[in-house]
Nanobody
Framework: QVQLEESGGDWVQPGGSLRLSCAEV????????IGWFHQAPGKKREAVACISKRDGSTYYSDSAKGRFTISRDNAKTVYLQMNSLKPEDTGGYYC????????????WGKGTLVTVSS
């Protein structure tokens, strides 16, 4: 069974950077878009950055614009470069297919935790 596996979450001080990775493990998934969702403590999960498999076009949430960059390589991995991190970026980051319209029937990873604090 093909799965999405995230990595790269860590603790970082405000203003710092992290790069998250999401790898397709066990095969290849068929999807139109893939990307990252953020779930802050006590809040709903929201799309922050997505990329089209077909043409590489991207979507960014207002909070991510100018700070985060999504990219993918030919080795079935999607990256999220996060710069100028803020405490409100703290939370779980989940990779999912069909971003930003991902639903329960799409493929989701188990998430990686990012903590931004001093």
């Amino acid at each position: 069974q093909v799965q999405l596996e995230e990595s790269g979450g860590d603790w970082v001080q405000p203003g710092g950077s992290l790069r998250l990775s999401c790898a397709e493990v066990g095969g290849r998934l068929d999807y139109i878009g893939i990307g990252w969702f953020h779930q802050a403590p006590g809040k709903k999960r929201e799309a922050v950055a997505c990329i089209s498999k077909r043409d590489g076009s991207t979507y960014y949430s207002d909070s991510a614009k100018g700070r985060f960059t999504i990219s993918r390589d030919n080795a079935k991995t999607v990256y999220l470069q996060m710069n100028s991190l803020k405490p409100e970026d703290t939370g779980g980051y989940y990779c999912a297919t069909e971003c930003p319209y991902s639903g329960p029937s799409d493929h989701w990873g188990k998430g990686t935790l990012v903590t931004v604090s001093s």
